[in-house]
């Protein structure tokens, strides 16, 4: 059993490379943001990040927001969503449920009671079914603004949603009229 503390340090490790830098340790992602989990574990060891293939499967079960996944043969590693990167995740439109949250810093509140949420650096606006999801996104900023979106309105009015494989909701954006502010 690998320490908490070091699974967290591999799975932030992941994220870097997996949705931001790949070229940070040099390595390869295909368009659909797949890596090899060979070329993976070498070019990681070869920047002094060192870290068994156990390691990585206990990082990619355990991690509470299942941020990345195997594909069917165990060879290749991607992050589910989140990336700033160019990667086509393949993800289907759904419909989505009438309601959906959005946690964010209190500071940003009149930016986006303005403008609207808009994607920033990722590929996508991220939403939540759950709203302690949203408090806890938000908590990263300090305190939170949870706000409640109009999902239904928004898919009445031709937006397009997907649902990443760990359930996070993905937006292009959500203009102002579709907020409302929870908290
Ligand atoms: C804000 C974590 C001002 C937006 C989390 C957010 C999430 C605006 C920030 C995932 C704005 C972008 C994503 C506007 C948007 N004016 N601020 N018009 N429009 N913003 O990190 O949603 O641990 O790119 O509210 O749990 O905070 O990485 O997005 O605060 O699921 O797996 O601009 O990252 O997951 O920040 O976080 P981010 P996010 P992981």
Redesign the pocket.
Request: hydrophobic content about 40%.
């Given at each position: 059993m690998t320490s908490t503390t070091k699974l967290t340090t591999i799975s932030k490790f992941l994220?870097l490379v997996l949705r931001h830098e790949p070229g940070r340790i040099g390595l390869d992602l295909d368009c659909a943001g797949w890596a090899a989990v060979d070329d993976l574990l070498a070019k990681a060891a070869a920047a002094g990040r060192s870290f068994s293939r156990d390691d990585l499967r206990e990082v990619i079960t355990t991690c509470d927001?299942q941020?990345f996944a195997l594909s069917e043969d165990g060879q290749r590693i991607r992050a589910n969503q989140?990336h700033s990167i160019e990667v086509e995740l393949g993800l289907p439109a759904v419909p989505p449920p009438d309601v959906l949250y959005?946690?964010?810093?209190t500071r940003?509140r009149e930016?986006?009671l303005?403008?609207?949420?808009?994607r920033?650096?990722?590929h996508h606006?991220?939403l939540?079914q759950n709203r302690d999801?949203a408090i806890?996104?938000g908590q990263?900023?300090g305190i939170p603004l949870v706000l409640r979106v109009d999902a239904r309105q928004m898919a009445a009015q031709g937006h397009t949603f997907h649902c990443s494989a760990n359930r996070?909701w993905l937006v292009a954006q959500v203009p102002a009229e579709f907020l409302e502010i929870v908290t």
């Amino acid at each position: 059993m690998t320490s908490t503390t070091k699974l967290t340090t591999i799975s932030k490790f992941l994220s870097l490379v997996l949705r931001h830098e790949p070229g940070r340790i040099g390595l390869d992602l295909d368009c659909a943001g797949w890596a090899a989990v060979d070329d993976l574990l070498a070019k990681a060891a070869a920047a002094g990040r060192s870290f068994s293939r156990d390691d990585l499967r206990e990082v990619i079960t355990t991690c509470d927001k299942q941020r990345f996944a195997l594909s069917e043969d165990g060879q290749r590693i991607r992050a589910n969503q989140g990336h700033s990167i160019e990667v086509e995740l393949g993800l289907p439109a759904v419909p989505p449920p009438d309601v959906l949250y959005h946690g964010t810093a209190t500071r940003f509140r009149e930016s986006i009671l303005r403008s609207g949420l808009d994607r920033r650096s990722r590929h996508h606006v991220h939403l939540t079914q759950n709203r302690d999801t949203a408090i806890s996104v938000g908590q990263r900023y300090g305190i939170p603004l949870v706000l409640r979106v109009d999902a239904r309105q928004m898919a009445a009015q031709g937006h397009t949603f997907h649902c990443s494989a760990n359930r996070v909701w993905l937006v292009a954006q959500v203009p102002a009229e579709f907020l409302e502010i929870v908290t």
